[in-house]
């Protein structure tokens, strides 16, 4: 299968920035805002899910996990990390405080996948945008879910970091960031792995800094540079100050001289439905895949 990434994305520096080890004590602000709003989005979803995954917890969101385990009080979350540090972490961090732990009672919380075809929801925040194979990853997250289980997530758009492109051109510097992709390219992706009716929409966040130095800081805890022609070797001093200096250019009257940077955020949701066999001049069905479609269907008794 033809990769899907986007041309200008580094696969390998993706995936050192994917195996990083987590050490924050907290989730990045800008991830925790997009997963309360995603949150709303689940009001509109009758199924009550017995079993969830969340993908990358420590990076899509602490306090959404917490959130999300308040709405679905008696289901089984299991807690998705690409790194095997990170999970003391996460496990420490969902239950740091003695309330949450109470909230946490009767709830178990399980590290790595469950059986396949078992999740009734897989809950991935801020996540595809930088993945070095993002449809190989939907087809895992398409392989973790139940029939009628369903996908919510959301990455960055083309849009995002558009008031840095022209600095960086005008400056000559290679661009700040890999081209993301489009909301309707998501779509076809989430067909092509499987999954069935994909509802998409994008909004908008705008973000004001006070300083140059203050919206580098976030950026930095938001992700890296991955885009394949960025400056390989170390900037010194002489660029930083010219960085800093050409940020400036973001403050707008409007906002009190405040820097602005614009983020796109792409949500979506998707179903896993029915199997289907692929029907040729002669199609061959394993048992095992009979069993799973019968039982998906409610056609076969346990003992068959």
Request: overall charge neutral.
């Amino acid at each position: 299968m033809p990769s899907s990434r986007p041309p200008s994305l580094d696969p390998v520096a993706a995936t050192r920035w994917l195996n990083r080890t987590l050490s924050a004590e907290k989730s990045p602000w800008l991830h925790e805002e997009v997963a309360s709003r995603m949150q709303e989005r689940l009001d509109f979803i009758t199924l009550q899910p017995q079993q969830w995954v969340h993908w990358e917890p420590l990076s899509g969101g602490v306090a959404a996990h917490k959130s999300l385990v308040q709405r679905y009080p008696n289901a089984r979350a299991w807690l998705v990390c690409g790194h095997a540090e990170n999970v003391k972490a996460a496990q420490a961090l969902i239950a740091r405080d003695w309330w949450q732990v109470l909230a946490f009672k009767g709830q178990k919380q399980q590290m790595g996948l469950p059986t396949e075809h078992t999740a009734d929801m897989l809950w991935a925040n801020m996540q595809l945008h930088g993945h070095p194979e993002p449809q190989a990853l939907l087809q895992s997250w398409h392989q973790a879910l139940s029939v009628n289980g369903f996908l919510m997530f959301s990455c960055l758009g083309p849009d995002s970091l558009r008031e840095l492109r022209p600095i960086y051109e005008l400056a000559g510097w290679p661009q700040p960031a890999h081209e993301f992709t489009d909301m309707h390219d998501w779509g076809d992706m989430l067909v092509q792995a499987g999954f069935a009716e994909p509802v998409m929409d994008m909004e908008r966040i705008t973000l004001t800094y006070a300083s140059p130095e203050a919206l580098l800081a976030e950026l930095r805890e938001l992700g890296r540079n991955l885009h394949v022609h960025r400056f390989a070797g170390l900037r010194g001093r002489a660029w930083q100050r010219s960085l800093l200096q050409a940020l400036k250019a973001l403050a707008r009257p409007e906002n009190d001289g405040r820097l602005a940077l614009s983020f796109e955020i792409v949500y979506g949701h998707a179903l896993k439905p029915q199997p289907r066999a692929k029907l040729a001049s002669k199609t061959e069905i394993g048992l095992e895949q009979m069993r799973h479609m019968l039982r998906s269907s409610g056609g076969m008794p346990d003992k068959l």
